[in-house]
């Protein structure tokens, strides 16, 4: 069956901290892998991310993917109040299935 | 200019009533789709169209139903709803299968 693991579940951090936010997976046939942000309404689009190896950046946020090991990682810097969210691991297993983690639940304390 | 749009945002309703959810989105997608949020918020995909075909059907129960009038559309049919059907329901779409998909507003329901 597949299946996507984040971890922690929940992180509670301080304005200013780093966070690495991470992500496994097991699907039959990897396409890519999406990260999302859930504040209090729909998911937005982070990354996506196909290649193992290559990061991606956009502003604070970053993500690589190793595809032998199976796993992403989200990472945050000089997080900020307002980073608070869910953020939410996604696999694509070559438009058969669209498996979402479970989330990890951010709050970034002033 | 909504991206992606759902209607109601809200709806109640009792046990035993068939309901409809619909979903519109203006970006010449070609691939929808309906997730279930429940309230541990477990984002879980139900179904998906590519080209009004369904692609992907999850195993949810024949009470719901997806219906797509044209590429731009894709409602959500529910009947004789249950207590557990009460969740958020979201609408994505996306340029085509496996690409980042881009979500609606969402739809509150909730059974009594």
């Known amino acids: 069956e597949d299946k996507v693991v984040q971890s922690p579940l929940s992180l509670v951090v301080h304005e200013g901290d780093t966070v690495t936010l991470n992500c496994s997976y097991e699907v039959t046939n990897f396409r890519s892998l999406l990260w999302y942000k859930q504040e209090k309404k729909a998911p937005t689009f982070l990354f996506m991310l196909t290649s193992s190896g290559i990061e991606k950046k956009s502003g604070r946020l970053s993500s690589i993917l190793d595809k032998k090991e199976l796993f992403s990682i989200l990472n945050i810097t000089a997080t900020q109040t307002g980073d608070s969210a869910v953020y939410l691991c996604a696999v694509d297993n070559y438009g058969q299935n669209f498996v979402f983690g479970p989330g990890t639940r951010l709050s970034v304390l002033p | 200019d909504t991206a992606v749009s759902q209607t109601p945002k809200y709806l109640v309703t009792q046990m035993g009533n068939d309901k409809s959810i619909k979903c519109e989105q203006n970006?010449?997608?070609?691939?929808m789709y309906w997730y279930k949020q429940d309230s541990k918020k477990f984002l879980k995909i139900m179904f998906s169209?590519?080209?009004?075909?369904?692609?992907i059907n999850e195993t949810v129960p024949n009470r719901f139903s997806p219906k797509s009038p044209d590429k731009a559309h894709l409602n959500l049919h529910i009947n004789s709803l249950e207590l557990g059907d009460s969740a958020v329901y979201f609408c994505?779409?996306?340029?085509?299968?496996?690409?980042?998909?881009?979500f609606g507003p969402g739809t509150r329901l909730t059974v009594l």
């Open positions: 169209y590519n080209n009004k075909e369904l692609i």
């Open positions: 970006l010449g997608h070609d691939t």
């Open positions: 994505a779409s996306s340029q085509d299968a496996g690409d980042e998909q881009f």
